[in-house]
């Protein structure tokens, strides 16, 4: 069982960036492949970023792409979400996710969930 709990998110202006962070414990993230999600009020969860296990490729929505940027510590048992150019449209709770078999990059590929951390731009 891996427990999964998020970190970083707050309330930033429409241009600012936001680290967000991963912590796993439970067992190492090290054979994981982990994902980034989020879901804004009234919409359905959605896929932002993702990270393989083994060779560390990413793969982004197109909606971030450019201005996102997903990394993992394995050492460190941690994965981020490095988050510049910050618009309101990117407000919404977001989740960390994991697989240890295929690319989290749609919520029904996901094993582990966190908890989720709030993340508020203004215009």
């Known amino acids: 069982q891996v427990q999964l709990v998020e970190s970083g998110g707050g309330l930033v202006q429409a241009g600012g960036s936001l680290r967000l962070s991963c912590a796993a414990s439970?067992?190492?993230?090290?054979?994981?492949?982990m994902g980034w999600f989020r879901q804004a009020p009234g919409k359905e969860r959605e896929f932002v970023a993702s990270i393989t296990w083994n060779t560390f490729t990413t793969r982004y929505a197109d909606s971030v792409r450019g201005r996102f940027t997903i990394s993992r510590d394995n050492a460190g048992n941690t994965v981020f979400l490095q988050m510049n150019s910050l618009k309101p449209e990117d407000t919404a709770l977001y989740y960390c996710?994991?697989?240890?078999?295929?690319?989290?990059?749609?919520?029904?590929?996901?094993?582990?969930w966190g908890q989720g951390t709030q993340v508020t731009v203004s215009s």
């Open positions: 439970g067992r190492t993230l090290s054979s994981y492949n």
């Open positions: 996710a994991a697989n240890p078999n295929v690319i989290p990059n749609h919520p029904t590929f996901v094993n582990y």
